[in-house]
């Protein structure tokens, strides 16, 4: 059994993913942030469906077709269809955030 | 954009099982128990791997084959084999637990 909280990663100089658990198919995934957002002009534009949750800290996400921001706290989680334009705004400097987020692709025709 | 920890279900008369995301090969789910434990002699025996994370209140799993009890805290996860025969022995009845499950399947062959 491991713990998403503890212990968090030392080194924050980027962006921690881990994998949890998943196969080809369906990923699971620990994301550690602190004080990180998508370089300048870069978006997310992801062949698979993301469900994503907040459980500690705090952060913003924009979304392109439509505009849309939003702010997003402990407990909070939304579903990125594929393809929709995404990226992460701002994460708080103040503490660790972390996500969980889930990768899954749609049904083979 | 919704929250796992607000609101809750005020009614816990039996476990609250809430579909959050997925299509048929990937589930993800929100849980919440209070004082639930599996019915006696009821095990879970699952064709998906399952995992499962608490992040409110705490639980006992049991397993077989290998025999194991596991106590889950606020972000303990592991991740249940399909057909790891396992069940709630018990959770606290002091507060919600707030699991986050995600059920999903081994690639065709």
Known sequence: MENLFSPLPGDLAGEF???????RRTRVERIVSRGHASPEG???DQDEHEFVVVLRG???????????????GPGDHLTIAAHRRHRVDW??????TVWLAVFFADEPA
Do not use: H, I, Q
């Not at 994460?91 to 660790?96: C, G, K, L, V």
């Open 17 to 23: 993913f881990e994998p949890l658990a998943g196969t």
């Open 42 to 44: 870069f978006w997310y």
């Open 58 to 72: 705090a952060a913003r996400l924009r979304f392109e077709g439509p505009e849309e921001v939003v702010a997003m």
């Open 91 to 96: 994460t708080t400097p103040d503490e660790p």
